[in-house]
């Protein structure tokens, strides 16, 4: 099964100020604020959300098309993920804009000033999901995850216009969003809609679907629940609620959605049952957040096969372990 990821492609620089924000503000000149922190360090990962779905999906020895666009500054980042199994074929380079960037400092109460550089993902639209499908001589599912708005809205059009099928994934750009429509257009038809519960809910009030019409329009709805586990949904049959893996040690939350994905749809390209696909989802989603940054875990067979059989039983384990690289 071959699978295309869209979405963000960016760098994170993560800075820490050992002071604390408020200190600095005058209460009576807030309406002309200018400030400069000399921080303490800089750390510079990799990240975005389809750069992020498509690093573990080829950890786990799947081959995904990562799809979007960046820099002239990204051929670091670039061989990166293709040593860790990424194509790179449908990835095009903007002669105007540099990669798409986040940029933060943390003060000592975790309170964060952060700005979010769009560069080159502003271009997105400008790829056409069917071409890429066609270049590729054929997807089987297109992830359409968070990008640039009108991108994803196309994308969701061009896949249910060529028959392609397409996973939505919306969440942090719902906000984006303006109105049912545009919400309606980007998860209509979707075979799989994923989202927390907090963008299960935005996702429903800003289409006007409840849960029963939204189960009508998409295949299935997965729904990652925290420390809960996740639960999957269908038309017509009760809900599949899967739990969280036991004994998890949180370091860094940051890309554990996007590895829960990565989980997930790899079990689905195996040909594994939904609970499977939430459990491997579990499973990876832990994997990062005991890891500092996006892309800094690794996955080793023997050991996801231990820990999955302590979470879910050896029947559950052997099903995934059969499909893991060696």
């Not at 009508?216 to 739990?243: C, F, H, M, Y």
């Amino acid at each position: 099964m071959r699978i295309a990821v869209t979405g963000s492609i960016a760098t994170d620089h993560l800075m820490t100020f050992p002071g604390k924000f408020t200190d600095q503000l005058i209460a009576d000149k807030l309406d002309k604020v200018s400030l400069s922190f000399l921080v303490d360090d800089l750390a510079i990962r990799r990240g975005g959300v389809a750069a992020n779905i498509a690093f573990g999906l080829g950890l786990l020895g799947l081959r995904p098309l990562l799809v979007g666009t960046v820099g002239a500054d990204f051929e670091d980042y670039r061989r990166w993920l293709e040593d860790h199994g990424v194509s790179m074929a449908a990835v095009r380079q903007s002669l105007l804009h540099h990669t798409a960037r986040f940029v933060c400092t943390t003060d000592q109460d975790g309170n964060q000033i952060g700005s979010f550089y769009a560069g080159a993902m502003s271009e997105d639209g400008e790829t056409n999901i069917a071409t890429v499908v066609a270049d590729q001589g054929g997807i089987d599912l297109v992830l359409i995850g968070a990008g640039d708005p009108a991108a994803m809205v196309a994308y969701s059009g061009q896949c249910r216009q060529g028959g392609i099928p397409f996973a939505a994934d919306p969440s942090q750009q719902l906000a984006r969003f303006l109105g049912d429509e545009q919400v309606r257009a980007m998860v209509d038809g979707a075979d799989y809609l994923f989202g927390n519960e907090y963008e299960e809910a935005l996702i429903e009030r800003k289409s006007g679907w409840g849960t029963a019409e939204m189960l009508n329009r998409v295949k299935v709805r997965i729904t990652t629940l925290g420390a809960d586990g996740a639960r999957i949904e269908q038309a017509g049959q009760p809900p599949i609620l899967v739990s969280a893996v036991p004994d998890a040690q949180p370091v860094d939350p940051t890309g554990s959605g996007d590895a829960f994905r990565s989980g997930f749809l790899a079990a689905v390209a195996w040909g594994l049952s939904l609970e499977r696909a939430a459990q491997l989802g579990n499973l990876l989603a832990v994997h990062a957040l005991e890891a500092i940054g996006p892309q800094e875990y690794d996955v080793k067979p023997g050991p996801l096969a231990d820990r999955f059989a302590v979470a879910y039983g050896g029947t559950a384990a052997a099903d995934v372990a059969a499909h893991l690289p060696a």
